[in-house]
């Protein structure tokens, strides 16, 4: 596994959450994905994706501030602090957030089996 892969594959997450690419999202995240939002929710792949499917999440802006990688035989923990604008509903978003993701290599490709993520405190 390489640094520059997961990087990569980072990217391709954050260009799909920008443009709501539900077809990218679901090729991304694993069927047993769990992730625990900012509230301390613990969503599934479903929940997840489908609040880009109907429309309620929507990111104008996604900035990566800093990013760490841990590299381990067949996966990956990344840590990423970034910027997000956005609307969640009817309601405006403009946060920092910091976002933890195990990555998983599954044959020659990368998918998410676990996520976290943090608001950072302004």
């Not at 539900?22 to 994905?33: F, P, Q, R, S």
């Not at 802006?61 to 602090?81: G, M």
Request: overall charge negative; glycine content about 6%; some cysteine.
């Amino acid at each position: 596994m390489k640094r520059e892969f997961i990087i990569e594959y980072e990217e391709r997450l954050r260009q799909a959450m920008l443009n709501g690419d539900v077809k990218a999202l679901e090729e991304l995240i694993d069927d047993n994905l769990i992730f625990v939002n900012h509230f301390g929710q613990i969503l599934t792949k479903e929940a997840d994706i489908e609040a880009y499917r109907s429309g309620i999440l929507s990111f104008t802006t996604i900035n990566f501030l800093d990013q760490k990688i841990i590299l381990l035989e067949n996966s990956a923990v990344t840590v990423t602090r970034a910027t997000l604008k956005g609307t969640f509903g009817t309601e405006p978003i403009e946060d920092e957030m910091c976002y933890s993701r195990v990555w998983k290599q599954n044959g020659e490709r990368l998918i998410i089996v676990s996520g976290h993520c943090s608001s950072v405190p302004k």
